[in-house]
């Protein structure tokens, strides 16, 4: 149990109220090579600014023109909007790194909580996109056991949770996110009225769903049922028992022992 827990790695991906944690396993212990020598300046407080940056890099899905249902514009003006959100990503690490702090602890406006908020929805605003787009699948395909297990223990049945993500989908402004809640061990769908609004802590994202207007506007306008219709039947199931073997049964196996 010593070696499991030392073997642990909780990584949160976001902070603030908006949280998705995950908890990776490793069989080797973490270690970062230690430097030298650290600079530290007069208006650096922490050593943030020392540790080096490796910019995060725009993700090929290979959807456009290949999902029916979705035109090939439609999936390509939306895959621009995605990257934006990662260059913002990497312009906000960026920033913060060198960000004046003389005013920092000011909590109606400095550049630096201007940055931390722009944060969480930079890193949201991409990571949610590349969940919903690896969620996407080109060819239609059916529920894998994992994920239908995980839905009849929580909804009942398969018709049950669609209706109910259906529901979500409907009445969300941002997202639905179908979760697994590392607190209670069940499956819920949540509701994000924007990237980093009504985000829950301590869930693992499933299966993800982008309801903003850009996702379905060339083609449908603001009829958004279609195109709910359309996502359901393109949902890449096979990803969402990856996702499942990599990020859920470690936890349920540790739980367990
Ligand atoms: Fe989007």
């Known amino acids: 149990m010593k070696n499991k827990a030392k073997n642990l790695i909780i990584v949160t991906l976001l902070i603030s109220n ?53 035109s090939k514009e439609q999936i390509e003006q939306h895959e621009k909007l995605y990257a934006g959100y990662v260059k913002k990503r990497n312009e906000i690490m960026q920033a913060l790194k060198t960000v004046d702090r003389t005013d920092a602890a000011n909590r109606t406006y400095s550049p630096f909580r201007a940055l931390k908020i722009a944060e969480t929805y930079a890193v949201n605003g991409a990571l949610l996109h590349e969940l919903y787009f690896q969620n996407l699948g080109i060819q239609s395909t059916t529920i894998g056991p994992r994920m239908k297990q995980l839905v009849v223990d929580n909804f009942g049945s398969l018709e049950a949770f669609k209706n109910d993500f259906m529901d979500c989908g409907g009445c969300a402004r941002g997202w639905v996110v179908t979760a697994y809640s590392i607190d209670d061990g069940r499956l819920h769908n949540f509701v994000l009225e924007e990237h980093n609004q009504n985000v829950p802590v301590m869930i693992i994202p499933l299966l993800v769903l982008d309801v903003y207007e850009h996702a379905y506007m060339i083609d449908y306008g603001i009829a958004r049922n279609p195109y709910l219709q359309v996502f359901w039947n393109h949902i890449a199931w096979n990803v969402i028992e990856e996702r499942i073997i990599k990020l859920v049964e470690p936890l349920r196996k540790e739980v367990a022992t």
């Open 18 to 70: 908006s949280i998705f944690i995950i908890l990776l396993y490793r069989q080797t212990p973490i270690t970062r090579p230690l430097q030298d020598t650290i600079e530290v300046s007069d208006t650096t407080k922490t050593t943030e600014a020392q540790i080096p940056l490796q910019a995060y890099t725009v993700k090929q899905f290979d959807l456009a023109g290949n999902i029916s249902g979705l």
